[in-house]
């Protein structure tokens, strides 16, 4: 008897030793290879709240006004393939019902324009590229992917500089677990503004070059841990205006103690972490253990039926005749 492997045990080792070489590369090239922030973005946010707003009109400041932060942010693709980062472009407006709705951004109480560069895999500031701000930190309008239960340095383009947000727990958001990080902003100064003189307590003066102070409230971010994605925000800016030299504010451009993500913004945050998170998990994770196991079981049962083989019984080999003698 002698032993041949059969085609389907073949098969079955071929196919196990395919998805065994398959899991790590899964694993360790594929998934750090997915995990990169797009160049192609086109979002948008909305915070709402509540606070006091200065009304050009009536040249004074107005209480209990509905504010509305709008920030669009949009993906320069030409610029980032070019760079090999991703060069996102950001326009921020801040509204009242007065300025609402508005056919061009730059009606707005307040209009922003800015770029924001960055490492498509560290979500570091990259300076290049018509950077505006020179942005620094470690997150901006997002976090590193993974991220980890410690502080961050976030940029606050309002301040111009970066804040400590230190991590507070989880929280969920629309029945989404994240991150919370929390922060605040002391009083700093962030330029200058002509304005006239009886806006600063300075009356006898009919333009002064009053000093525009900035501080923050509270920020709250509950940020996707997998993607880095915010998915819910929160902020409570506080814009003042000071006669030069001065030590405490003369009239009040913007209070609010909380503006934050909309329902809509919240819930369509959460359907892209949610969808994003999945294919990281699948590709880093799910997939490579899978693989794994399934590659290991068909090597297994593909070996063990190549080692048994299947009994054949030997086929008699020719028989010989022997030759007939010739007698004379």
């Not at 948008?44 to 009304?55: E, I, K, L, P």
């Not at 290049?128 to 991220?147: M, N, Q, R």
């Not at 501080?215 to 006669?243: E, M």
């Amino acid at each position: 008897m002698r032993r041949t492997a059969s085609p389907l045990s073949l098969i079955l080792l071929g196919l196990g030793t395919f998805l065994l070489v398959l899991a790590p590369m899964l694993a360790w090239y594929v998934a750090p290879r997915a995990a990169v922030n797009p160049i192609d973005i086109d979002t948008t946010a909305v915070y709402t709240g509540t606070g006091s707003v200065f009304d050009t009109d009536r040249i004074e400041t107005v209480p209990d006004q509905k504010i509305t932060v709008t920030q669009r942010v949009r993906g320069n693709v030409a610029e980032s393939e070019r760079s090999g980062n991703a060069v996102w472009d950001v326009i921020t407006t801040v509204d009242t019902d007065k300025s609402l709705p508005a056919a061009d951004p730059h009606d707005a109480l307040d209009f922003t324009p800015h770029r924001w560069v960055m490492d498509r895999k560290t979500t570091r500031p990259v300076h290049c590229c018509e950077e505006s701000p020179y942005i620094e930190g470690e997150a901006y309008l997002k976090f590193p992917f993974d991220v980890q239960k410690r502080s961050y340095q976030w940029w606050d383009n309002t301040g111009g500089t970066t804040i400590t947000l230190r991590y507070g727990g989880t929280e969920k958001v629309q029945g989404y677990t994240g991150y919370r990080f929390t922060g605040a902003v002391a009083p700093r100064k962030v330029g200058t503004r002509l304005v006239p003189g009886r806006l600063v307590d300075e009356p006898d003066r009919p333009q002064v070059l009053a000093e525009e102070w900035y501080s923050n409230h509270g920020f709250k971010l509950v940020v996707d841990q997998r993607t880095g994605r915010v998915i819910y925000a929160q902020t409570g800016p506080r814009r003042t205006l000071r006669a030069p030299g001065g030590e405490k504010d003369a009239a009040v451009l913007l209070d609010s103690e909380k503006i934050a993500f909309t329902t809509a913004t919240q819930k369509e945050a959460v359907r892209q972490a949610k969808r994003d998170s999945g294919l990281l998990r699948t590709v880093s994770r799910t997939a490579p253990v899978g693989a794994a196991v399934a590659g290991f079981v068909l090597a297994a049962v593909g070996g063990a039926l190549v080692v048994r083989g299947r009994k054949r019984p030997e086929s008699p080999g020719a028989v010989e005749m022997p030759q007939p003698s010739l007698t004379m």
